[in-house]
């Protein structure tokens, strides 16, 4: 048996409020791209894969044995106060979505995480193609919620406030279920209200949100063929999935 250690990497994202269009745009985050079939550019997110081709070929299942992540820094929210559009804090949060799954989330499935989390029953009645899911796909799976906290944190960026977000709920759905996928399919995924547009908007200006990791410990052993096999079909039926 081969211990290993698998890492997933996610760079910063740090969004602008544009002043015309009230909406969010990226800086300097050419690694995000938005999901949202809207024009509000609410939902961005960052994907990368882990290769297990080389496991794949030598008929190897990889076992997982835990699942943890790293933030590189502080979760930040900037925001200018005019009389007539003050800061919103009720709506100013962030929702975080971290997923390693054996099997690829269309668009569709990462703009409906708000929503629904992969592998788990959804409600029918939302019109939202939520995937082919259970439990064993997502290998690691976490949600955060970040809340504004306006008493922590100090002005800058030229704007009248600059406060920290803070964790105000946490879960986790990991599966850490065995895999003989080639591939591993690593989302990061982050929700977030309007800036500044009528309607529910927040007054923030600025939000910067850290560099992450997720490592995950595993090792490989060779299945019994039956077993593998089956592993195996399952695995590529869904990864091919329409």
């Not at 496991?55 to 925001?79: A, P």
């Not at 269309?106 to 629904?116: A, E, F, I, K, V």
């Not at 982050?190 to 800036?195: E, S």
Request: aromatic residues 12%; hydrophobic residues 40%; charged residues 20%.
């Amino acid at each position: 048996m081969a211990e290993r250690e698998l890492c997933s990497e996610y760079p910063p994202l740090f969004l602008t409020s544009n002043r015309i269009t009230g909406l969010w745009e990226l800086f300097d985050s050419p690694d995000w791209i938005s999901v949202d079939p809207t024009p509000n550019d609410n939902v961005w997110v960052c994907q990368n894969d882990i290769d297990l081709a080389g496991y794949n070929q030598q008929d190897l299942t990889l076992f997982f044995r835990n699942s943890f992540e790293q933030i590189g820094g502080n979760y930040v929210g900037s925001w200018n106060i005019e009389v007539n559009k003050p800061l919103s804090e009720f709506s100013s949060l962030i929702s975080e979505f971290t997923v390693i799954s054996s099997v690829p989330l269309s668009n569709d499935d990462l703009y409906g995480l708000p929503l629904g989390l992969p592998g788990f029953i959804q409600f029918q009645r939302l019109g939202l193609d939520f995937g082919v899911f259970n439990r064993s796909h997502i290998i690691h799976g976490r949600k955060t919620m970040h809340g504004l906290s306006p008493n922590i944190g100090a002005s800058a960026f030229g704007a009248d406030g600059n406060g920290l977000f803070l964790v105000a709920d946490d879960q986790y759905f990991s599966s850490l279920e065995p895999t003989a996928a080639d591939r591993l399919y690593c989302y990061r995924v982050i929700a977030l209200a309007n800036p500044g547009q009528t309607g529910v908007s927040t007054g923030l200006q600025t939000v910067s949100v850290p560099a992450k990791r997720i490592l995950l410990s595993a090792s490989s052993m060779k299945e019994e063929d039956l077993e593998y096999m089956m592993r195996l079909k399952r695995s590529y039926e869904l990864a091919n999935q329409e």
